[in-house]
């Protein structure tokens, strides 16, 4: 369908040919799934890849530093009492 082109479309082929160039290592990905389903407490959460851990930590500062802007107004809702 024409209409759904330029979204739906631009994406699957984008997937297409990201296929096999991207860099993480699927086996290396299944390996590190089945340490994970052995572990006693696995992480609540893990970042496979490099591009998943530059990105994370990337959005992560953003977040932290948007909030460092906004404290006094973030912490300007406790009562007086609070130290």
Known sequence: MREYDATVGAAAR??????????????????VLRQLASMHEPPLRLLLGRDAFVTAEQNALQKLESDKNWKDLSVSTDYSSVP
């Open 14 to 31: 984008f997937q297409r040919a990201y296929d096999g160039k991207q860099p993480g290592d699927p086996a290396r990905a299944a390996a």
